[in-house]
């Protein structure tokens, strides 16, 4: 987790554009981008909630029994963990579209002729 705090402790912007710059522009690039930039928020927050879910009783009635602890790891835990993953996610939604959109305006994500989350989409001819 010491290097979990090391990637939060780096200011998003900056890193993010360092990153764009070093990999490149277009899709490829935010999507490295985007994950680099949040992948250390949901590594905190799923070990707090794995933390959480060690101490409850079913785990350690499983663990009583005998049952391996690879299998209360799939069976027990990460069924619980799917909620959190997907509040995650929808959370992390916009913030995504955002540093998209910043990076395609900095010049160093998706150029004009491409599309994204983040533009809009082609005018149509009117007839």
Do not use: K
Not at 25 to 39: C, E, K, M, S
Not at 74 to 90: D, G, V
């Amino acid at each position: 987790m010491r290097i979990v705090d090391v990637f939060l402790s780096v200011p998003t912007v900056l890193s993010g554009l360092a990153l764009a710059s070093i990999v490149g522009q277009g899709r490829a690039g935010v999507i490295v981008v985007v994950t680099a930039l949040y992948w250390a928020w949901t590594a905190r927050l799923v070990y707090g909630e794995v933390t959480r879910l060690r101490s409850r009783g079913f785990v350690d009635a499983a663990l009583a029994h005998g049952v391996a602890r690879h299998t209360v790891l799939r069976r027990h835990i990460l069924p619980h963990l799917s909620t959190i993953l997907l509040n995650i996610a929808a959370l992390n939604g916009a913030s995504v579209v955002i540093v998209g959109a910043g990076l395609s305006f900095l010049g160093a994500g998706i150029q004009p002729p491409g599309q994204s989350w983040a533009t809009s989409s082609p005018t149509v001819p009117r007839a």
